[in-house]
């Protein structure tokens, strides 16, 4: 007999047997544990473990049930040190200038869109943490809100180019409108036709 024939009563390696199966269930924490987290999800956890070390080098540390708002604004300050978006001051002589000819001595910052979603990160993070209700999480609170429109506002007003937000769909349903008016009158212009 060849060694390569294979006999017929074995499942085959990529299908397990019924029995297997039973004897092999996996719990859903054993489950999820195998399976490679998504990007977003690898992110949030690397955010989370950041801030809590964040936490914990402060003075006394902190744990999570003692922190509010005013450390995760204190901790997207800490941030801007390791920022690579060059923000002018208004005394800089490019201040308002996307595209400065030259360099400048003025700081390099956390860019606003990186702060937002990592606060957006943050904030599922804390929720899935045990941290309370969304009305109680510290990173879903006004003054960081504020704090984020300000860094976009004067982001924007350094670099010369005004922030605009993104247009709603109220477009694309005149769009759809006009659409439905063409098609009428084409219907309408082959009956009198």
Not at 22 to 35: D, E, R, Y
Not at 132 to 141: K, L, V
Request: charge should be positive; hydrophobic fraction near 25%; proline fraction near 8%.
């Amino acid at each position: 007999m060849s060694s390569d024939h294979h006999t017929p009563t074995k499942d085959p390696p990529d299908r397990p047997s019924s029995s297997s199966i039973n004897h092999k269930q996996l719990l859903p924490s054993q489950s999820q544990a195998q399976q490679p987290l998504s990007r977003y999800e690898s992110q949030k956890r690397r955010d989370w473990n950041t801030f809590i070390q964040y936490l914990k080098s402060q003075n006394p540390p902190l744990i999570m049930s003692q922190f509010d708002y005013t450390h995760v604004l204190s901790f997207l300050r800490y941030l801007d040190q390791f920022g690579k978006t060059k923000v002018h001051h208004q005394a800089c002589v490019f201040f308002g200038q996307p595209d400065p000819p030259g360099p400048c001595t003025c700081p390099l910052k956390q860019a606003w869109g990186s702060l937002d979603a990592l606060i957006g990160r943050l904030r599922a993070a804390y929720e899935e943490h045990g941290g309370g209700s969304p009305d109680t999480n510290p990173f879903a609170n006004g003054s960081i809100r504020v704090h984020l429109r300000e860094v976009r506002e004067s982001q924007a007003k350094a670099r010369g180019i005004p922030y605009r937000k993104k247009k709603r769909r109220k477009i694309k349903n005149d769009g759809v409108v006009a659409r439905k008016d063409v098609a009428n009158s084409s219907t309408h212009n082959q009956s009198s036709t």
